[in-house]
């Protein structure tokens, strides 16, 4: 595949969707129309995205921290992670490689190519015909909302019983 068959992707975070509680990580097109690629996936892949993007480092290597120390150690080169397909709603993907002067795509899911790109610190791409068929295009109002829906679960993150009790000196009393 040649770089204009793909488009480079952000990821902008993992998140829960309610109401089914479902893992979903979001991804959007650095350029262009900025399309936004939701994928929904597994619960320990959200929690290892969720971690390496919260910059925590485990004690001991996780999976995808093992399998960055494996390809390191080996001598291979992480190029970049690639969302290649969505067949039957399910999305594939590949982590590029450079080892010993050849190139290696190895089949994966997205979610585990993702959560290794954060480690590695790589690019996320996608085939433009995924986003051509999967991609949304959202209005800029929508990032307005977007926007406020943040600042409302940073606030009720922070939010405690103590703010909502009265002081007697606000109240006239």
Do not use: W
Request: proline share 5%; aromatic share 4%; glycine share 6%.
């Amino acid at each position: 595949m040649s770089a204009s068959d793909s488009v480079d992707l952000e990821l902008l975070g993992v998140r829960i969707e309610a109401p089914a509680n479902q893992p979903l990580m979001q991804l959007r097109e650095s350029e262009g129309d900025r399309r936004l690629l939701r994928i929904y996936i597994g619960a320990s892949e959200y929690m290892a995205i969720e971690h390496a993007l919260e910059g925590r480092v485990p004690m001991r290597p996780l999976t995808h921290d093992l399998l960055v120390n494996v390809f390191e150690d080996l001598g291979a080169h992480l190029r970049r992670v690639v969302i290649t397909e969505m067949r039957d709603n399910t999305y594939y993907a590949e982590i590029q490689l450079l080892h010993q002067g050849q190139t290696h795509a190895i089949s994966c899911r997205p979610s585990d190519a993702v959560a290794v790109a954060v480690r590695a610190a790589i690019p996320i791409s996608a085939h433009r015909g995924v986003m051509d068929e999967a991609g949304i295009v959202v209005r800029s109002d929508e990032d307005d909302s977007e926007e406020i829906l943040v600042e409302f679960r940073d606030f009720i993150d922070n939010i405690s019983p103590e703010d909502f009790q009265e002081n007697p000196e606000d109240s006239g009393k």
